[in-house]
């Protein structure tokens, strides 16, 4: 007798609700209402439209009716992330009426760092178009770079993280993960005129520290050199620090929380690093020794590192 003619609506239904019980920990049933991932979704995009104003959602503003555009996506703000908050904050505490509360000055709170926010989100925009010949103009940025589109929501998130708000900030940059390929965590801490060139592969951790006038390009690693502590770790400095006007190139891994690349530093592409690196420094690993093979001969040639450190300084 065949799997198929075994089948049973009634045994699986069994089966499965036995497991529910045996692997509680991904399961919730009876909970509160619990966050909506499609609400805050939303919550992002309304942020996006707030902060570009007229290059998402209406299009073809004029400054006579740009107040009445304002407001309504502020009303629209304070509504649905008062609400999300609440839930968010009723997974640490029982006490609802207090995250109300809590939910409710925290929105505000947030939403009073928009003027902030955009002005640091300026700042990425010239980045961009500063280091990046491609760029035809900022517009160009705003609407299409996926680099831009994950700073956006890095800088959303990290604010709320700094407000003590759980959950919301890694829905909101592992959303942005997805769509980009940028996995940056909300607690890290990055400066103004921060560039990221193609960005995929790119993953900044949890305790990066990054300052001002930083370039990075894709594949770069800001990782912790262990994670085998698991929580223990938690609220320990694991990620590098970086420091001002840094430029890390494609597929390096920097590592450790004690690593600290000082000012001006260039690191080359692919190199490992898990000890600090004094500021004006360039970094490369060893030079690389290309082979040209055709039917009859091998010829090796060394790749001139001096060539390259004169084409990118």
Known sequence: MTVHENFSIRHLTDAILESYE??????????RDQISSTV?????????????????????????????????LLESLVYHLQKQITRALLNVTEDEPKAEREAERVTHEFLSR?????????????????????????????????????????????????????????????????????????????????????????????????????????????????????????????????????????????LGGATVIGEGVVIGSNAFITKSVPEKTRVSVKNPELQFKDDDTTRSVEFNQEEFWDYVI
């Not at 939303?42 to 503003?61: D, H, T, W």
């Open 22 to 31: 045996v692997e509680s920990v991904i399961i919730k049933v009876g909970a």
């Open 40 to 72: 805050v979704a939303e919550i992002v995009e309304n942020l996006r439209m707030l902060i570009f104003a007229g290059f998402f959602g209406q299009k073809k503003l004029k400054m006579d009716s740009i107040e009445y555009y304002v407001g309504d």
């Open 114 to 254: 928009v003027p902030e926010l955009r002005r640091l989100l300026a700042t990425d925009v010239e980045a961009f178009f500063d280091g990046d010949p491609a760029a035809f103009n900022t517009d160009e940025i705003i609407w299409s770079y996926p680099g831009i589109y994950a700073i956006m929501v890095y800088r959303v998130a990290h604010e709320l993280y700094l407000l003590g708000v759980p959950l919301i900030p890694r829905m909101m940059t592992e959303s942005a993960h997805g769509k980009t390929g940028i996995d940056i965590h909300p607690g890290a801490t990055v400066g103004h005129h921060f560039f990221v060139d193609h960005g995929t592969g790119i993953v900044i951790g949890e305790t990066t520290i990054i300052g001002n006038h930083v370039k990075i390009y894709q594949g770069v690693t800001l990782g912790a050199l262990s994670t085998r502590g698991g929580q223990v770790l938690k609220g320990v400095k694991r990620h590098p620090t970086i420091e001002d006007h840094v430029t890390i190139y494609s597929g390096a891994s920097i």
